[in-house]
């Protein structure tokens, strides 16, 4: 599966912003889909993740109650809703997907797109 991760860009302190995660090939619904997020000097972290009929999702503690995952595998994509952004929300964020993920990391989650960067001033 290919990946192709859009939306990003510069927002202000408790704006919104919508990621959205184009992906190829007829397989979609059996991946596990999620979005991580990798700062300057800093590993890349898990920030949400949702099974494959979106029956079930999982959100990093630092974005729990402000993200929103959610898909659609009729348009083979994944989308990622953030709100109330904060500065430590900037990242550059990837789209990722897999087949056995253990859930809530990104354990598995086996391929990944090119990010799209995230800003939010204070």
């Known amino acids: 599966v290919q990946l ?3 939306g990003g860009g510069l927002v202000q302190a408790g704006g919104s912003l919508s990621l959205s995660c184009a992906a190829s090939g007829r397989t979609f619904s059996r991946y596990v ?10 590993e890349r972290e ?3 993740a949702i099974s494959w009929n979106g029956g ?5 503690d630092s974005v729990k109650g402000r993200f929103t995952i959610s ?8 989308y990622l809703q953030m709100n109330s952004l904060k500065p430590e929300d900037t990242a550059e964020y990837y789209c990722a997907a897999g087949i056995t993920v253990v859930a809530g990391t990104s354990n598995g989650m086996d ?3 090119k990010g799209t960067q995230v800003t939010v001033s204070s």
Not at 33 to 42: D, I, T, V
Not at 56 to 60: E, H, I, N, V
Not at 72 to 77: E, I, L, M, S
């Open 4 to 6: 192709q991760a859009s």
């Open 33 to 42: 889909m999620g979005w991580l997020r990798q700062a300057p000097g800093k």
């Open 56 to 60: 079930s999702s999982y959100y990093a």
């Open 46 to 48: 898990f920030v949400a």
């Open 111 to 113: 391929y990944w797109g």
């Open 71 to 78: 898909r659609d595998n009729a348009k083979n994509t994944v």
